[in-house]
């Protein structure tokens, strides 16, 4: 079992940066894919970004590609979400999700794979 927890959200000006983190507990984070999803205001949860246990591969949502960068350390127990270019639609609670993946180094995009997540961490962008 992993607990998650992030951290590093905020208010922020169109154009500005903010990284995320999110912290895991657990023996195995190593073996875990992980991926942000957000939640904006009378939307549904989308899926920003993932990663496998690795970090050798990654994906990213559309309206985030070429701004966010997702990356993990596994010998911090910690993944991280760099997001640059920030535009008021980025406004959004942005929760961090696991799941864990012993047999493959692969990624997840649907938030039904993933099995373990954390409270989520508000990131406001004024315009």
């Known amino acids: 079992q992993v607990q998650l927890v992030e951290s590093g959200g905020g208010l922020v000006q169109a154009g500005g940066s903010l990284r995320l983190s999110c912290a895991a507990s657990?023996?195995?984070?190593?073996?875990?894919?992980m991926g942000w999803f957000r939640r904006a205001p009378g939307k549904e949860r989308e899926f920003v970004a993932a990663?496998?246990?690795?970090?050798?591969?990654?994906y990213y949502a559309d309206s985030v590609k070429g701004r966010f960068t997702i990356s993990r350390d596994n010998a911090k127990m910690t993944v991280y979400l760099q997001m640059n270019s920030l535009k008021p639609e980025d406004t959004a609670v942005y929760s961090c999700?696991?799941?864990?993946?012993?047999?493959?180094?692969?990624?997840?995009?649907?938030?039904?794979?993933?099995?373990?997540w954390g409270q989520g961490t508000q990131v406001t962008v004024s315009s």
């Open positions: 990663i496998s246990w690795s970090g050798s591969k990654t």
């Open positions: 999700a696991a799941h864990l993946s012993v047999y493959s180094d692969r990624y997840y995009i649907g938030a039904n794979d993933y099995d373990y």
């Open positions: 657990g023996r195995t984070f190593s073996r875990y894919a």
